[in-house]
């Protein structure tokens, strides 16, 4: 770092958000908000693999999405499915084999669970609501696919996390880092008729701020993007043939709940996760994007 302060050069949006040369690997990459962050990465410079349970998905993502000849370029890893973790260690031995380090890990695949509104007051019609929609087994596989998945995820990836450091000197330190994705239903104590995923994602809230804790003696960062709502399966229930989701206005503004009256921008999450992976003195926070969300609901 020089000595005399940085030059107003130095604040360029390109040198600010420079992640060329970066390698990096995001979970749940063929679509949604993994695929916006495997562009915005690439976009810049950085060499991101995808990886996800459809490898037609991941392959189709890859071929449709690349970035042009920056440097950068999105790659279908093979699948993966993050709940196993013979699968995990396969990806991480197979990455091995190509690449000496990452830079970044997005934990980023998960599902939405099941689902049940609250709306009876009568206590017998409510049990009878939750009990009769709602299973132990779709309790148990969100969690396991939002909360455990992530923290196996991110052990597997640690020596290639912590490789990314070793070789370039104290100012490189915390250049490593992890990218969770939680969400803004983790913070509400409006349960959205999705109580399983709405306590998975706090759980992954609060799961990241203990490996940021527990994990910086390895010098790597870790994070949190609790997103709102932004197109993607698991709020549309569909993708294009460019594996795109399409959120209309209307239907965010309806809900009633969203200042911003609209869904986030593919952009803004591209911003995002720029950020959090550019800035070396950010770790253990949870950075929420939901156009102003949590000031309507209790959170």
């Known amino acids: 770092m020089a000595t005399g302060g940085s030059s107003t050069h130095d604040f360029s949006a390109s040198k600010l958000f420079n992640v060329e040369g970066f390698v990096c690997v995001v979970t749940g990459g063929g679509t949604g908000i993994g695929l916006m962050a495997a562009q915005a990465l690439a976009a810049n410079g950085a060499k991101v693999y995808i990886t996800g349970r459809r ?26 499915d993050v709940t196993k973790k013979e699968d995990l260690q396969k990806l991480v031995e197979e990455l091995s084999k190509k690449e000496k380090y990452v830079n970044l890990l997005m934990c980023n695949a998960g599902i939405g669970g099941p689902k049940a509104e609250p ?17 132990v087994e779709g309790w148990q596989d969100t969690y396991k696919s939002d909360v455990t998945s992530v923290y196996f995820t991110t052990v597997a990836f640690l020596p290639l996390l912590q490789a990314a450091i070793e070789p370039k000197g104290p100012m490189e330190k915390f250049g490593a880092s992890v990218i969770t994705t939680s969400s803004m239903s983790g913070q509400m104590r409006h349960a959205q008729g999705h109580f399983a995923y709405n306590a998975a994602k706090a759980a992954t809230v609060h799961l990241t701020k203990l490996m940021s804790s527990e994990f910086q003696r390895t010098w790597i960062r870790v994070n949190s993007i609790a997103p709102g709502y932004f197109p993607s399966e698991m709020t549309t229930k569909e993708s294009d043939d460019n594996q795109k989701s399409q ?50 609901i209790a959170s």
């Open 247 to 296: 959120l209309p206005h209307e239907q965010i503004s309806e809900k009633g709940h969203v200042p911003a009256m609209r869904g986030g921008s593919e952009e803004e999450m591209g911003m995002t996760v720029l950020y959090i992976a550019a800035n070396k003195y950010l770790n253990g926070q949870i950075i929420t994007v939901d156009g102003g969300v949590l000031n309507t």
């Open 55 to 80: 490898k037609e998905a991941l392959e189709n993502a890859a071929k449709t999405h690349h970035p042009g000849s920056n440097g950068g370029a999105i790659i279908a890893a093979e699948p993966c």
């Open 119 to 135: 709306e009876h007051s009568d206590a017998d019609d409510l049990k009878a609501k939750l009990w009769d929609n709602e299973d």
